[in-house]
């Protein structure tokens, strides 16, 4: 019998990395998942999604903070296949309030992450980014080749300081890498900060919700089905190391010159414009929302958009969930979650 392969995923108590560890069990992987369970939004849903990964035979979960020295290095010792890192203080937003926080996890429990996988080198390293790199970028379709030098939230200049950091990472030590840079993803087991579970919520509760931007805002929703089937796609075509052993990849210029090290967006490739989005809210809810026009806040970026040509040429895979099927999909969810 072939050995179970053995995946490092931090997060897992996270929207997303719950997301990929599931994927990973149901394609027969043992996952050691870390997750401190913090209390940026409501925890009981953190453990909620954990209790759903813990019958699983093949799942470990360890609660610790990324920042506390020794957690990981104890991790990576077990020398798992691949370590796919999504942990991280999310939101931007709420990087105004708070910058320290995202300096310790984004930063230090990035850096202790890096250090490990060192000392441990795993096949393929993966690091969750954000499209928020992209900052006040104006050509779009973003791709992962444009200059993103102008970030406009603490939040996304955490992002970029570990984009930088992983490359000198993988430059040094021949550690081959990928990080993805995320476009709003929403879904089951969403995110209570995000404006998918926002909208829904104020739909079903009779509340007004707040458009910024007077609803001039356009973003790239990303179903968390197609996000998942992208990152485990890419677990399989880590970057060619100095030594030529790894995939060999397809031409493309997002690979670094001098280490194994790809960016790759993960997005829909369908900016949605704001008042569309609403609809698909109202539509799926049955709900007529009530709305408080504003004027865009700090740190927010008017659009997004991804190219996803360097994603379709690695894997085959282009993200394609439409926002109306995958907001059905959403409230349904949430309709059993809260009984709504």
Known sequence: MPETRHALVTGTAGFVGHAVAHRLLADGWRVTGLDA????????????????????????AVEARLETP????????????????????????????????????????????????????????????TSSIYGANTDMPYAETDRADTQM??????????????????????????????????????????APWKFVAAAFE?????????????????????????????????????????HAPVPDDSLSPVAPFRIVNIGNSEPVELMDFIAAVEAATGRTLEKRMLPIQPGDVPATWASTALLERLTGHRPATPVAEGMRRFVDWYRDWTGA
């Open 37 to 60: 369970v913090t209390d940026y939004y409501d925890p009981a849903l953190k453990r909620a999604r954990l209790a759903t990964l813990e019958p699983h035979a093949g799942f470990r």
């Open 70 to 129: 020794g957690v990981l290095d104890e991790l990576f010792a077990e020398r798992p296949e691949v370590a796919i890192h999504l942990a991280a203080q999310a939101g931007v937003r709420f990087s105004l309030e708070a910058p320290e926080t995202y300096l310790d996890s984004n930063v230090t429990g990035t850096f202790r992450l890096l250090e490990a996988a060192r000392a441990y080198p795993p096949r393929h390293l993966l690091l969750a980014s």
């Open 153 to 194: 939230s603490f939040y996304a200049a955490t992002k970029k300081a570990n984009e930088a950091m992983a490359h000198v990472y993988a430059h040094l030590h021949g550690l081959p890498m990928t990080m993805f840079r995320f476009f709003t993803v929403y879904g089951p087991w969403g995110r209570p900060d995000m």
């Open 206 to 246: 009779g509340r007004q919700i707040d458009v910024y931007n007077h609803g001039e805002m356009r973003r790239d929703f990303t179903y968390i089905d197609d996000l998942v089937e992208a990152v485990v796609r890419l677990v399989e075509v880590p970057p060619a190391r100095p030594d030529g052993t790894g």
